[in-house]
């Protein structure tokens, strides 16, 4: 039996911590006291239901994307599948790899079906969906190592632009990766499908049969993984200049059809400390960086 889930003010009075077994929220409103307070019940009264309901699903979220099933029946759930679905013929996924997106998107849609806000967030684990009425903005920092305080730049979020979901992956983060990118942030509309599109680029930065690369099959690791035989990467040794690049360039070739098929606004590719964004030319306003960004 797990603990209950646990709903509290941090201490700064202001954000919302939310936490329940592999979940951990943090959520912030903007508005009049009375908007934020009710936008808190209402993600407070939603978040307690979110983790027994993906688990009743779980068999089948675990399973690899296929093309022309059924949905889940689940709110969340059948948004991750969603999420992955345009990705069901072109690799290995299934519907977990939107989870924390989805996860996001939904408290945020309970808070602003409840209150009338300014701007929200809901940031789970990184991952992050946003809410931005007109005039309003958010800053985001882009991170290059999940593993360690390493902000090389910020994205400026604004309530005319489409992106509304921020992901991250890499296989230094809490998830498992089948490539080698330190850290792949995207920008997309909404953020589960931010946090599919971080999963795929971030697996295709990769440089396959390494020697100075360290994999080992999911399952040995964690034996409910829905990666099941799939070798994750455990230690990236090691590499030469040319071959950070070559790898860089993998994942931005991946990063640059998703670009133009519209599943994704922008990634910001990161290895070994070089960095290869994806944008379109309008969008490099919104990108700024402490150091020069190589665009792909």
């Not at 690899?64 to 969340?76: C, D, E, F, K």
């Not at 599948?81 to 345009?86: D, N």
């Not at 606004?265 to 402490?290: G, Q, Y």
Request: with cysteine.
């Amino acid at each position: 039996m797990r603990e209950p889930p646990q709903v509290r003010l941090l201490p700064d009075g202001r954000r919302l911590y939310l936490h329940d077994g592999p979940i951990d929220l943090i959520v912030e409103a903007f508005g009049t006291q009375e908007e934020v307070q009710s936008a808190y019940r209402a993600a407070a009264h939603r978040f307690v239901t979110v983790l027994d309901e993906l688990c009743s699903e779980l068999p089948l979220l675990r399973l690899p994307a296929r093309s022309g099933v059924s949905l889940p029946s689940g709110v969340v759930a059948r948004r991750m599948a969603l999420a992955v679905a345009p990705y069901a013929e072109r690799c290995f996924i299934t519907p977990m790899a939107a989870v924390a997106g989805a996860v996001a998107e939904e408290i945020l849609e309970a808070m602003t079906s409840a209150a009338t806000l300014a701007k929200a967030y809901v940031n789970n684990g990184g991952d992050i969906a946003f809410h931005l009425s007109p005039g309003e903005q958010f800053v985001a920092g882009m991170i290059e190592c999940p593993d360690r305080p390493s902000l090389f730049g910020a994205v400026t979020l604004q309530a005319s632009q489409p992106v509304r979901g921020i992901a991250t992956s890499g296989w230094r983060g809490r998830s498992f990766s089948l490539g080698i990118a330190d850290a792949v942030t995207v920008l997309a509309d909404h953020a589960a499908m931010a946090d599919a599109a971080a999963t795929i680029i971030a697996n295709a930065v990769n440089l396959p049969g390494h020697p100075n690369i360290v994999r080992q099959p999911a399952c040995e690791i964690a034996p409910d993984c829905d990666l099941g035989n799939y070798p994750v990467t455990r230690f990236v040794g090691e590499l030469l200049p040319t071959e950070t690049g070559a790898a860089l360039a993998a994942g931005a070739a991946v990063a640059e059809s998703l670009l133009a098929a519209g599943l994704i606004r922008s990634a910001a590719l990161c290895l070994n400390r070089e960095t290869r964004v994806v944008a379109p030319p309008d969008a490099a306003s919104m990108l700024s960086s402490s150091r020069s960004l190589v665009h792909a």
